[in-house]
């Protein structure tokens, strides 16, 4: 497992090196220049890689034993509740906060909280609607009350 | 209880569709304009900064004085020196609810940026206050006057330190390095750092770490009220009224000034109705003692300028910036 | 002899029953606003800005500054409870509080923070009152190259807290600082690393990060941890208030804690965050069982909180003594201030000093109030943990969402937010040390800025690290925090050597 973090460690520098070549040195700039520092952190991320290397190395050699059992990255519930993220991030402004939130909260309520629907669907609704009402009415905070309600708040108020 | 909820189930797909029926019908405005539903006045930078307590302070007194019938809610878009700003702006083309306040340094970021659409994505609406600027250094410098300054600076390029705020590229450091190129001494030479804020800069030169500080001459009243700094020059074309006693540093021989102004616009392809309205409106506000009180406390001067002129401004602003931002090698290919 | 008649006066000011309400009001929206995470003293200060216009200006000041101290405690109690730094300054306190409710000792935690920031609220504010003028010549002393020098003493503080792998500490330092470095280049105006996105000129903020990381990370793997069906009901283990064992650990970490918060916090530009890293760091260092650190140590919790709550207090001084703010949120009061048509500065002491005393003793009522208020919310509050995960997780998503969108209302940065918290997830899996990364990532700017201001200052001289004393100083002790590691070593075992060849 160090191994992948070194290597990834050390794609990630190579990457940022690309990107640091490709920034603007203006004429204007001072001694050191927007480069400088940036390349720098290349060189102490490849320090760290080879420390890290060195490392393992080092462990594996002294424990004959196998390396106990990391816990291993699963992926899921982390790609679908990531995705279902994604999609309430995405229609966040415009079907509106209360609205998105509480669809959002009900699937995900649903399936980590099985079986208790009703207080799901309470909590659900509850927490969207309440938390719409102090922050973005009471509090003045910005959350988008989407087209939808937008229409309709509109219209009664004329 | 099956039939009284179909009935309201009714009601609501029957209100639901006169809503949405409602918008369509809705009329599209005749000769005079008026906000139909909430204004958002935007702002350019994050809660809590000086551009973002003015618009707040002016959405208040519209609501306070009723000046739109309407109400106004204040939403921040910060970052990219205003050009979220100008992004969200760009969503809502022709819509006369969407006003933004913007900081001067929005027509530098566009050009430094390669942005030149910016400038086809707004409707200058008015320019709102200015905040004058000026050469600040400690109350015990040698330095008395701008013409001192020009001939330190001759003799070495790095005598005198200078410390500008917010950004690398804008009005302030172009100042300086315009400044430079007066006195005939080589801008590269000049030693200029930048910071987040004027309050940084005084700090350092309190603290000797520099010289000079390009800042406000409202917000550092008190430092000079209690001896502790004092103003080379003003950088404007006029002394600024109320501070007549600052020469300015165009009198003194040198002819830079800049304008640190704030701007209100509107999104493109507004009519010339939704212009002269909130150009109105807008006047009304800064009548007002809220607001008026509040720009003196901050040192800032309020303008009262219209949109055409506005518009003339900014493409001069636009030119000027351009043609130092270009000499100075600052725009990012 | 005046100064006493005064300070009496401020207290008669700030006890009266409409300021009282105040400081009341204003410490229990702060405390709600702190809650969100992402929406600070700062948003909640500028929202109530309209509502003080017509107030008188010491009660205006009083409800803003209970507000100030209401976010930071607010800020604490998310973070112990759900992993969610409200503040950045509660990062750090992330680390030990949580696990500390894991363990079911969240009431604990909670009390702590409160007493702790109770505590060194009240000794800041003494020192705040007595030593504002000395205090601001200290300030004004640190230049670039002095900010230099103290960036690289708070990273060898710090390499204190390598633990197991110092490889993985390394990386995830310049992590942090890679992470830093993304947005506009200060000094010449140049992207760097923005991908060709206009959202990302200004950096990714701070909160995007923390919040991601911490709250969003946590969620993930407690979901995951859910699904597997390691459901873990948390017991509270013994009382909800603080033993006299807590009380004994947590004595010097809160005296420590105020010390180095108040005098970091003094310095403008340096906030609650970085004082609660070297905070940190010091307890680790001088604690007897550094192991325990990260798995629920209440000197972890202690030290933090309390100073992040001194450098509160500390970045008054500033803008009382000199009328130059030091933090965002100082800056914000500062405004106020001058709108009220007071300018704070070297002579509002002398000109004003009704006003300065009254705003010193409502900074101390607003401590008082804040533990008064906050000591039976605990009760409270922990109740949350009981919440089934399945219901409490998402609303934490929500949550984390809500307080990134209202500020910056900006979509973008939530998918950010998103991608932080799964990297967040990967990172705890992978055994990556979170405190060194989020040091990189405050100090990151401050380093590279620093040093390259300095040597424009200079015209490109080096020298001028060295020819000053507090930087020199601070290089000195710094060299000596890296090899002291080690060099002890190798000195003892040349002693068991020498003394093995003799024998």
């Known amino acids: 497992m160090p191994l992948i973090v070194a290597g990834v460690a050390a794609l990630v520098a190579a990457l940022y090196f690309y990107g640091t070549t490709q920034i603007f040195v203006s004429p204007f700039a001072d001694p050191a220049g927007p480069r400088a520092y940036p390349y720098l952190l290349v060189a102490l991320m490849l320090v760290g890689v080879v420390v890290l290397s060195l490392e393992h ?33 995405l229609v966040f402004e415009w079907l509106g906060y209360p609205l998105a939130t509480a669809i959002y909260l009900i699937v995900l309520m649903t399936v980590f909280n099985p079986g208790k629907h009703r207080t799901n669907l309470a909590v659900s609704l509850s927490f969207a609607v309440i938390s719409y009402v102090l922050l973005a009415v009471l509090l003045g905070a910005q959350l988008p009350a989407g087209h939808v309600v937008e229409a309709l708040t509109n219209h009664f108020r004329g | ?90 969503g809502h083309a022709g819509d006369g609810h969407y006003i933004t306040l913007l900081a001067s340094s929005w027509i530098g970021t566009a050009i430094l940026m390669n942005k030149p659409n910016t400038f086809k994505e707004v409707t200058p609406l008015a320019r709102l206050f200015d905040v004058p600027l000026g050469f600040i250094v400690k109350a015990d410098s040698p330095l008395k006057t701008t013409k001192d300054l020009a001939e330190a600076l001759k003799k070495d390029p790095g005598a005198y330190r200078f410390a500008i705020s917010t950004t690398a590229g804008n009005n302030n450091h172009l100042a300086v390095l315009r400044f430079a190129q007066l006195v005939g001494v080589d801008p590269k030479k ?51 009224p109320g501070f007549e006693n600052i020469p300015t540093v165009k009198s003194q021989g040198y002819d ?78 | 002899m005046s100064a006493i008649h005064y300070i009496l006066q401020g207290f008669e000011t700030a006890l009266l029953p409409l300021n009282l309400l105040y400081v009341f009001v204003g410490t229990l929206l702060g405390t709600i606003l702190g809650i969100l995470p992402g929406i600070g003293p700062v948003a909640g200060i500028a929202l109530l800005m309209p509502v003080t216009y017509g107030m008188d200006p010491t ?41 500390m409710a894991r363990k079911g000792r ?167 965050v970085l004082a609660s890293i070297i905070s940190y760091a010091t307890e680790v260092r001088l604690s007897k069982r550094p192991q325990e650190f990260g798995q629920g140590a209440i000197e972890g919790v202690a030290g933090p909180e309390a100073a992040n709550n001194a450098a509160a207090s500390g970045s008054f001084v500033p803008m009382l003594a000199m009328g130059i703010p030091g933090s965002v949120t100082t800056a914000v009061l500062l405004g106020v201030l001058i709108m009220f048509g ?27 109030m804040l533990l008064i208020l906050n000591l039976p919310l605990i009760g409270l509050f922990v109740r949350i943990l009981y919440t089934p995960t399945g219901i409490l997780m998402p609303l934490v998503l929500v949550f984390s969402v809500i307080g990134i969108y209202a500020t910056d209302t900006n979509v973008v940065e939530l998918e950010f937010l998103l991608a932080f918290g799964v990297l967040g997830y990967i990172f705890k899996k992978i055994e990556m040390p979170i405190a060194p990364l989020v040091l990189g990532l405050v100090l990151g700017d401050t380093l590279e800025k620093s040093f390259r201001q300095a040597l424009i200052l200079s015209g490109g001289d080096p020298s001028i690290f060295v020819k000053s004393p507090i930087c020199l100083g601070l290089l000195l002790v710094s060299l000596a925090c890296f090899l002291l590691p080690v060099v002890l070593p190798l000195l003892r075992s040349r002693e068991i050597a020498e003394s093995a060849e003799n024998a």
């Not at chain 2, 999104?267 to 607001?291: N, R």
């Not at chain 3, 976010?71 to 503040?87: D, F, K, M, V």
């Not at chain 3, 190259?145 to 390394?170: D, Q």
Request: proline letters at 4%; glycine letters at 12%; aromatic letters at 6%.
């Open chain 3, 106 to 272: 969240a009431g604990a935690a909670l009390a702590v923070s409160a007493w702790g920031s109770f505590i060194a609220g009240t000794l800041s504010v003494i020192g705040l009152a007595a030593l504002a003028t000395a205090l601001s010549k200290l300030a004004l002393s640190f230049g670039p190259a002095e900010y230099f020098g103290l960036m690289i003493f708070s990273l060898a503080a710090v390499s204190a807290l390598s633990g197991k792998s110092p490889g993985m500490s390394i990386i995830a330092v310049v992590t942090g600082m890679m992470i830093a470095t993304i947005g506009l280049d200060s000094q010449t105006g140049s992207t760097r690393f923005t991908l060709g996105l206009q959202d990302l000129e200004n950096g990714l903020a701070f909160p995007i990060i923390a919040i991601g990381l911490f709250a969003l990370g946590e969620v993930f793997l407690t979901l995951e941890e859910k699904s597997q069906g390691k459901t873990e009901i948390i017991k509270l283990s013994g009382s909800t208030w603080m033993t006299r064992e807590d009380w004994r650990r947590s004595a010097g970490p809160i005296v420590r804690g105020g010390v180095i918060g108040f005098f970091l916090g003094v310095l403008p530009g340096i906030g609650g």
């Open chain 2, 256 to 333: 830079v000034s800049i304008a640190t102004f704030y701007t209100m616009v509107a999104p493109k392809g507004v009519s010339p109705e939704i212009v002269g309205y909130w150009t109105d409106v807008l006047a009304k506000a800064i009548a007002t003692p809220e607001v008026k009180n509040a720009a003196e406390q901050l040192g800032m001067t309020i303008e009262r300028v219209d949109a055409a002129t506005t518009a003339a401004f900014i493409t001069n602003e636009r030119e000027v910036t351009s043609k130092r931002l270009g000499e100075f090698g600052f725009v990012q290919k």
């Open chain 1, 57 to 89: 190395l080092k462990a594996r050699r002294e424990t004959a034993t196998a390396p106990r059992a990391e816990s291993a990255i699963r992926w899921s519930p982390l790609l679908p509740v990531s995705a279902w993220t994604l999609v309430y991030i």
């Open chain 2, 190 to 240: 000049v030693r200029v750092i930048v910071n987040d804020s004027g309050a940084t800069s005084l700090t350092q030169m309190l603290g000797g770490h520099l010289e000079i500080c390009v800042c406000g001459i409202g917000d550092t009243q008190s430092l000079a009220k209690a001896g502790q700094i004092r103003y080379l020059g003003s950088l404007r074309d006029e002394p600024i």
């Open chain 3, 342 to 368: 007071i300018q704070p500065g070297p002579r509002m002491i002398d000109d004003n000093p009704g006003l300065f005393w009254g705003l010193v003793n409502s900074m101390y009522v607003g401590n008082v």
């Open chain 3, 59 to 99: 009660s205006a000041l009083i409800l803003l500054c209970g507000m100030y101290y209401g976010a930071q405690y607010g800020g604490s109690a998310t973070a112990i409870l759900i992993n969610t730094p409200g503040e950045a300054s509660s990062m750090i306190t992330c680390i030990d509080g949580y696990q």
């Open chain 2, 1 to 90: 209880m099956r039939t009284i909820r179909k009935a309201a189930l009714m009601k609501a797909a029957l209100l639901g569709a006169m809503a949405l029926g409602l918008l369509v019908v809705a009329p599209a405005g005749a000769a005079e304009w008026k906000p139909s539903r909430n204004v958002e006045l935007v702002v350019g930078a994050g809660a809590g900064g000086s551009i973002d307590a003015q618009a707040r302070l002016i959405a208040q007194a519209i609501e306070r004085h009723k000046l739109i019938d309407t109400t106004m809610t204040v939403v921040n878009k910060p970052g990219a020196g205003s050009s979220q700003a100008i992004s969200y702006l760009g």
